[in-house]
């Protein structure tokens, strides 16, 4: 089956220095595959590359057509991005901004059909968002916020979702309820997710695959089991970690070094 994406020796370089230096991968339709590793590894660099807002044009695939071929409207209904810390437009309300999701459906200089409302209504619902529709968005707090840019990209209605560390302004509560959210949306209606994360037990817990990176170079994949070992987390993060196993995959305990 064509995967929903794949990368061929990827290479990246910002400001003169190397960032991704040869990455391959694949996500098959349906799955959910998170990138892990540590800071500066090179993860949100490769989202951006995925999602088409960098410059990579021959070694990224998506649904079997090369990047470089897709339209900026057609690319936006095929993978929608949920940036770390997106531009925040001043003045703009909730229900503008989870509206403007839905731009690659309304004609050039046309008006958001009432389909496109009834979209966005339903997002905001399902994300329990709806009370805060007419606030403006900058007065939310950074968890509301959150959600928010995550109801812009559900409400794009695109099968790929690139979330960067989508979760990383959330309390333990909507952090959990997000992902479950994002996983019931994914067997319901056969979305693709490519995320990265810092924590590591959640990480495992929701992917079916992970990817460790490190400078610029994917250096494990696989199952959460073999990918969160204590050896590898050792070696890549110099973490003391315990590794036990959980209901849905390996937890990742941090232990003070003695
Ligand atoms: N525009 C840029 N110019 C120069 N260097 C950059 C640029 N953007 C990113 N980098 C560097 O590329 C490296 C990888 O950055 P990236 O944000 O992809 O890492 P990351 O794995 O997502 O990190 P983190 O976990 O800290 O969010 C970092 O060293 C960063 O400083």
């Known amino acids: 089956m064509t995967p929903a994406v794949e990368v061929r020796d990827l290479h990246v370089r910002l400001g003169g220095a190397p960032i991704l230096a040869g990455v391959d991968l694949t996500v098959a339709a349906g799955e959910w595959v998170t990138v892990i590793g540590p800071n500066g590894a090179g993860k949100s660099t490769l989202l951006r590359a995925v999602g088409g ?6 070694a990224v695939s998506l649904f079997g057509t090369p990047l470089r071929a897709l339209r900026p409207r057609e690319r936006a209904r095929v993978v929608a991005t949920v940036a770390q810390s997106p531009v925040v437009p001043a003045g703009m309300s909730v229900l503008d901004y989870v509206l403007l ?3 690659p459906y309304i004609p050039p200089l046309g008006r958001e059909s009432a ?11 399902r994300l329990d968002l709806a009370a805060f529709h007419g606030r403006e968005l900058a007065t939310l707090s950074g968890g509301e916020r959150q959600r928010v840019f995550l109801a812009r990209a559900l ?23 997000v992902l479950e959210l994002v996983d019931q949306l994914r067997r ?3 979305l693709t997710v490519f995320a990265t994360m810092h924590d590591l037990s959640v990480a495992g817990e929701y992917a ?3 990817v460790l990176l490190a400078d610029g170079r994917v250096v494990a994949a696989g199952p959460p089991r073999e990918v969160l070992t204590q050896e590898l987390l050792a070696t890549y993060y110099r973490a003391h970690v315990r590794v036990i196993d959980g209901d ?3 937890l990742v305990v941090p232990i003070r070094p003695h």
């Open 208 to 210: 079916d695959r992970l």
């Open 155 to 177: 409400a794009q209605g695109a099968t790929l979702l690139l979330l960067d560390e989508p979760t990383s302004a959330l309390d333990i509560g909507h952090q959990q309820e």
């Open 101 to 103: 999701g839905r731009t």
């Open 53 to 58: 807002l960098l410059r990579a044009p021959h």
């Open 248 to 250: 849905h995959g390996p």
């Open 115 to 125: 389909a496109d409302l009834a979209a966005v209504r339903e997002v905001l619902d």
């Open 188 to 190: 319901a209606h056969g």
